[in-house]
């Protein structure tokens, strides 16, 4: 999305059509940002079922000339700590240097017969600035059945900090577009080496 006087109500616009607590939104993905102009922007509201109850989750990417920023609000039933239902939403400010991966996951039918410029039918976006680390471990093994040798262990560190899947069957083809755009313009970001 090229940077416009009118993205910022964009933004604005795409929280409130999530219809997911807009105001409260709306103003922790505000306070994060601040006087910067926006470039892009993606808003991405996801209900999952846990037990009995549904909930919802909202995740809003925003990027600007040296920020990376994302919000998640999540709504929260009456428990214990609390009688009524709450909200809790968070932001993480990153500067576009710290970004060291952006992974863009297209699946497509039928690939024999795909045509540049079809639209995916889903797209996992994965961004990684080191926040977040996971490690894998295993015990390692040598090829030899019979070994009773200790091996030490083996294994994977991933940085994971950012997954955010969209389809067209559960978003629309509009938000798979804004996805696809939005990893488009991070991407030409992160490559420019003078940030």
């Not at 990027?63 to 609000?73: A, E, K």
């Not at 039918?109 to 996971?134: C, D, Q």
């Not at 295993?138 to 950012?162: I, R, V, W």
Request: hydrophobic share 35%.
């Amino acid at each position: 999305m090229a940077k416009t006087s009118t993205t910022t109500q964009g933004l604005r616009a795409a929280i409130e059509r999530s219809g997911y607590y807009p105001a409260l939104v709306a103003e922790a993905v505000e306070a994060a940002v601040g006087g910067e102009p926006i470039r892009s922007f993606l808003v991405h509201q996801e209900t999952t079922f846990d037990q009995n109850e549904v909930r919802r989750h909202v995740t809003v990417l925003v990027l600007t000339d040296n920020r990376f920023i994302v919000s998640h609000t999540d709504e929260q039933a009456a428990d214990s700590t609390s009688l009524t239902p709450y909200a809790t939403t968070s932001t993480e400010s990153v500067k576009i240097g710290r970004i060291s991966s952006i992974v863009v996951s297209r699946v497509v039918a039928n690939p024999e017969s795909y045509k540049p410029g079809t639209l995916p039918r889903e797209v996992v976006l994965t961004i990684g600035w080191g926040a977040v680390s996971r490690i894998d471990l295993e015990p390692a093994a040598c090829g030899d059945p019979n070994c009773e040798a200790d091996h030490g262990y083996t294994g994977n560190s991933t940085a994971d900090d950012l997954s955010l899947r969209v389809s067209e069957a559960g978003d629309g083809p509009e938000t798979v577009r804004e996805a696809l755009a939005f990893a488009q313009s991070l991407s030409e970001a992160t490559a420019d080496t003078t940030r």
